[in-house]
């Protein structure tokens, strides 16, 4: 009996040894497990990749590796991406990928890491990362079966912007539907002729992302219940309309080529009154004088009859190459740089963060503290993120050309050449020749 | 004697509008380098304005663009010579022996679209080891400049005069003697276009940098586009960044225009 | 002096020119046999490194590239051999013929527009005496910016809502134009804006050309007694004909693939009234990822700009003097 004791005893203390020396192999996370190794960042032109080249400091400090970034305009980013994973580059470690957009081609060509094993893998992610607190709907963007392609780094969609001084002078209510949009420029335009009215993008790739809550708002979507385009049904359809002749009887001369870069201009020199764009684009507006006083934004408001509000918000991701042979270090920025340390700080920077929790920080409030807009802008953020859609074009593969379809769509409208049904009609084929 | 100096009037009218409509957008270009970035594309155009230097600050502070017009440098410097040292002997030859194809062959690298080569130089430059190395893109930037040469000197060649040539041979010159003594100094005025042609076309050329190059040999040009992109939009650093860029090629043009009087008007021809 | 019996306005210039070459003993460049004739001595061999570079350099992307035509290559499927599928497919693409139709009313514009304003600076600075160093370097400074800054300029300078043209026109008293905004107004746009930043790359061509032609065979003209226009047109344009075919050729291989200034300002658009087979296939290949198509439309524009490369080289022969 003793003996068995003695038995009990040593098995006990065993298991409880081997139990003990589970945690022990799992804290075995550290930050400085890849010193010395060199990691290449590609990233494109954002708010996001200017500020991480101004922090990146601090990873090195961290993990003693370090960093060479690399900051490509969209279009080149693009050119010199898809050139160096075709040729299979393994000089390309980390690189930012608008899963919203590219993540189901990327994904099939083979060029994104597999992270769900690295989430799993206590020895390699540290214990305080927590991926559930990024929202589930940001998680799924990037997830394609069981593989996790990316990370999110910031979240971003079209808010509504408008000068809160010339609505007051010309004794115009802030618009609190979809519908007072219309009402709204008709009387800021009998106002004053000479203050520009509404700007917004009517270049075709850029145009779904501004007008696609136009369309969900007013109860139309992109899709028929079977999954066929549904650019044609009414509600649709009257979203089209009202994108369309917003800027045809209220834009700026010349909008058919216009995209961020023109309205912000507009917007910036006060020559418009109100606009759908960028939340990005923010820091920079507050750079033009005045624009942080007599400027308001939010969510674009929801149709009065639908009640509905359904805006568009995306994110950018970081992800590794598939190709990359320094993946444990790749890993490690993606880790910190999505961290809650490093995305409070990101805010400042005009970085809205995909975790939630960090708009509760201090560093976070203090911010705000100074500037009534940065809290509503915050807030439509806040909002976008619990409400928003990263899907914005009939179902496929083929998003971009997708997207152009649409913009087209838009482009004849203002153009006179088709009626918003027909317009939507001719789209809705060429769509369902992308399925 | 009146007419003349009326023509010479005239000519100098000319001028007056010729640079008024050429130079403006670029003395535009450079007021606004000095601009603060948000008065950039005001209008009416601000012509009296605070001069700031921050545009230049953010250029060399954060982005490093010391390094890449060095590197800039590196590569056109490079291609230039390597384009003159292949493309003289070869428009010679094409001149003297009246052919067109050899000229034509050569200028395929500027018939099809940059894109096109794009992956297959990387697959290629991988396969040796060269891609992120100055010497890559020395090569194919040589691929744009040698075709520019050549064409630029035919005309000069065409118009040698044969017995030049010819005199030397009986005289017993080697080939490479007749080609220095002999052409080279005949076709001076094509060299020295076409040397500021390909050092223009190689400093201003960003596809290839954009893929082959690395890092650290990134060129001025390619770093050029990164002002622009949603939300971060910089006027005042592209405006900075355009005059930094166009100074290198202006200040060559400067110093070497002066050798563009040469060639047969100087005399060559009594030799 | 020899004399040539001078008629006014007939092509005797030009014969003085010829005779006078021929006195000096200058072979006729524009008969080949003769010129082959009096051949001593073989050079070709000068151009072999030239040619074994450009072959080492373009010889594995053009057999790429036209595999590539030949394939379907969408990213994320196995690439797959369809020999001339994607050319069919071009055939029946309207975006492709419309493609091609601006690609060639671009160039016709532009070309035109660029030879003639470039022949007429290139001559005008050379021959002034107050256009030396800086001036006449500022004369041919506008292709040497940046084409993304050319770009940017264009859409500050040109945009309808906020830009200086139109504050300019109405400060004189004309109406607005909508520039590269309006699918009836974007070609002839761009047309202008290319023009702009490339005649004086015509100029410094003809000004070098014209700086090297031997002076006695205008003195000799001078004396003859001709007008200025006379001069210019029997005398000057012939000989710089061998210079202007080198200015054409080097603008229409450009033209013909412009590409940055299109995509920066419109991106093909508005509609598809700027989409020039360059845009075209970069949008194919790098936004919708449709390399084997995009590798098609590649190859076709590489073909029509051999096609006119090979117009100028024979116009070669046949301006020479």
Request: aromatic share 10%.
């Amino acid at each position: 009996m003793k003996k068995l004791q003695h038995v009990v005893f040593a098995l006990g203390l065993a298991l409880g040894a081997s139990a003990a020396a589970a945690p022990a192999h799992a804290q075995a996370f550290n930050w400085r497990s890849q010193d010395g190794q060199t990691i290449n960042l590609m990233l494109n032109n954002h708010p996001w990749s200017q500020a991480m080249r101004d922090l990146v400091g601090e990873f090195t400090a961290k993990t003693g590796i370090r960093t060479r970034i690399e900051i490509f305009n969209e279009e080149q980013f693009r050119a010199r991406l898809t050139t160096l994973m075709q040729g299979r580059s393994a000089d390309l470690d980390v690189f930012m990928s608008l899963t919203s957009r590219e993540g189901a081609v990327f994904h099939r060509a083979g060029w994104y890491a597999d992270l769900a094993p690295m989430i799993a893998n206590p020895a390699l992610t540290a214990p305080d990362f927590n991926y559930e607190d990024f929202g589930a709907s940001i998680r799924s963007a990037s997830t394609f079966g069981n593989q996790v392609v990316a990370l999110p780094i910031n979240q971003e969609g079209p808010l509504f912007y408008w000068r809160k001084d010339i609505f007051a002078r010309c004794n115009v209510a802030e618009p609190m539907a979809l519908e007072d949009l219309p009402d709204a420029a008709a009387k800021l335009r009998a106002c004053d002729a000479n203050q520009g009215v509404w700007a917004a993008r009517g270049i075709r790739g850029a145009v779904p992302y501004a007008l696609s809550a136009f369309i969900y708002n007013l109860g139309g979507s992109y899709a028929l219940p079977d999954g066929k385009p549904g650019l044609s049904q009414p509600a649709s359809v009257r979203g089209l309309e009202m994108y369309a002749n917003l800027l045809k009887n209220y834009g700026p001369p010349g909008a058919l080529n216009h995209t961020f870069t023109q309205v912000i201009e507009l917007l910036g020199q006060g020559r418009v009154a109100m606009t759908h764009e960028s939340s990005n684009e923010f820091a920079n507006i507050m750079r033009f004088a005045g624009r942080a006083q007599d400027l308001g934004v939010k969510v674009l408001p929801p149709s009065r009859d639908t009640r509905i509000s359904k805006p568009v918000a995306i994110g950018w991701t970081a992800t590794i190459s598939a190709h990359s042979r320094r993946q444990q270090a790749a890993w490690l920025f993606l880790q910190w740089a999505t961290s809650r340390e490093i995305q409070a700080k990101l805010v400042t920077a005009g970085v809205a963060p995909p975790r939630a929790s960090v708009f509760q920080g201090a560093e976070f409030n203090a911010w705000v503290a100074e500037q009534p807009i940065r809290k509503a802008w915050a807030d439509a953020l806040i909002e976008i993120g619990r409400t928003g859609t990263g899907v914005y074009q009939s179902p496929t593969d083929r998003v971009p050309e997708a997207r152009d379809l649409i913009g087209n769509a838009v482009q004849q409208i203002v153009q006179g050449q088709m009626s918003p049904a027909d317009a939507a009609r001719a789209a809705d084929a060429e769509l369902a020749k992308l399925q | 004697m009146v007419r003349e100096r009326v023509a010479r009037l005239f000519d100098g009218v000319q001028l007056v509008v010729v640079l008024i409509v050429l130079a403006l957008p670029i003395a535009w270009t450079f007021l606004s380098a000095f601009k603060p970035r948000t008065e950039v594309a005001v209008l009416p155009p601000k012509l009296f304005f605070t001069p700031t230097l921050e545009n230049f600050v953010e250029l060399f502070a954060r982005n490093d663009f010391l390094h890449h017009t060095i590197n800039s440098l590196i590569v056109s410097t490079g291609s230039t010579v390597l384009g003159l040292a292949l493309g003289i002997p070869a428009s010679f030859a094409i001149a003297w022996h009246r052919l067109s194809w050899p000229a034509t062959a050569t200028l395929f690298a500027r018939m099809a679209p940059g894109t096109l080569f794009l992956l297959p130089w990387l697959l290629m430059f991988n396969e040796i080891g060269l891609v992120g190395s100055h010497l890559v893109l020395i090569l194919t930037h040589a691929a744009i400049t040698l075709p520019i040469a050549i064409w630029v000197l035919l005309p000069y060649c065409d118009a040698l005069p044969r017995e030049l040539v010819e005199c030397a041979q009986i005289d017993g010159a080697r080939a490479d003697q007749v080609l220095r003594l002999v052409v080279l100094p005949v076709i001076m005025s094509g060299v020295v276009v076409s040397a500021i042609l390909s050092f223009v076309f190689s400093w201003n050329y960003f596809l290839f940098a954009l893929v082959l190059s690395g890092i650290e040999t990134k060129t001025a040009i390619v770093a050029s586009f990164n002002f622009i992109g949603e939300g971060v939009t910089n006027w005042g650093a592209l405006m900075a960044a355009a005059v930094i860029i166009a100074l290198p090629p202006l200040i060559l043009t400067l110093v070497i225009q002066r050798r563009l009087v040469g060639g047969l008007a100087a005399g060559a021809v009594k030799g | 002096m020899r004399r040539v019996p001078l008629m006014p306005n007939s092509p005797n210039f030009s014969e003085t020119v010829r005779l006078e070459r021929e006195r000096r003993g200058y072979p006729r460049l524009g008969s080949p046999m003769i010129a082959r004739s009096s051949l001593r001595g073989s050079y070709i061999w000068m151009a072999a490194p030239a040619l074994a570079f450009a072959v080492a350099m373009i010889g594995f992307p053009f057999a790429y590239a036209i595999w590539l035509a030949l394939s379907e290559v969408i990213l994320g499927s196995p690439p797959r051999f369809i020999g001339l599928g994607n050319f069919q497919r071009l055939a029946t693409d309207p975006e492709f013929w419309n493609g091609l139709k601006l690609t060639l009313t671009l160039y016709a514009l532009s070309i035109t527009a660029q030879m003639i304003l470039g022949t007429w600076l290139g001559l005008l600075v050379a021959r002034s005496r107050y256009a030396k160093g800086l001036v006449r370097v500022i004369l041919v400074s506008p292709f040497m910016l940046p084409p993304v800054v050319i770009g940017m300029m264009a859409i500050v300078i040109l945009d309808p809502s906020f830009g200086i043209a139109n504050w300019l026109l109405a400060k004189i008293g004309l109406g607005p134009s909508l520039w590269l905004s309006d699918p009836s107004t974007v070609i002839l746009t761009i047309a202008g804006l290319d023009t702009w930043q490339w005649t004086p790359f015509v100029a410094l061509i003809v000004m070098g050309g014209y700086l090297s032609l031997p002076s006695d065979v205008f003195e000799a003209v001078e004396i003859d007694g001709a007008t200025p226009w006379q001069r210019f047109w029997y005398v000057t344009l012939p000989m710089l004909g061998p210079t202007l075919v080198t200015a054409a050729v080097l603008r229409s291989v450009d033209i013909l693939r412009f590409f940055d200034v299109i995509y920066l300002t419109t991106q093909g658009g508005p509609g598809i009234s700027s989409t020039t087979l360059n845009i075209l296939a970069y949008r194919r290949g790098f936004e919708f990822f449709d390399f084997g198509y995009a590798s098609a439309i590649m190859v076709t524009l590489t073909a029509v700009v051999f096609g006119s490369v090979m117009v100028f080289a024979r116009l070669r022969r046949a301006v020479a003097w």
